[in-house]
């Protein structure tokens, strides 16, 4: 979910590096091209 607009959707990939890191509640970055959702990284916290 989008912290700043409260919109749910779905990464259409992960990069590799983040993939072991993400958990429930994490927060990550993530980069909208071409109307495509990309997770680019792990919020450490």
Known sequence: MD???FE???A???EE???PK???G???EYWRV???N???RVKEQ
Do not use: H, P
């Open 22 to 24: 993400i958990r429930q």
């Open 17 to 19: 590096d983040a993939k």
């Open 3 to 5: 912290l700043e607009t």
């Open 26 to 28: 994490a927060q990550v």
């Open 8 to 10: 749910v959707f779905e």
């Open 38 to 40: 990309r997770v680019m």
């Open 34 to 36: 071409l109307g495509r």
């Open 12 to 14: 259409d990939s992960i």
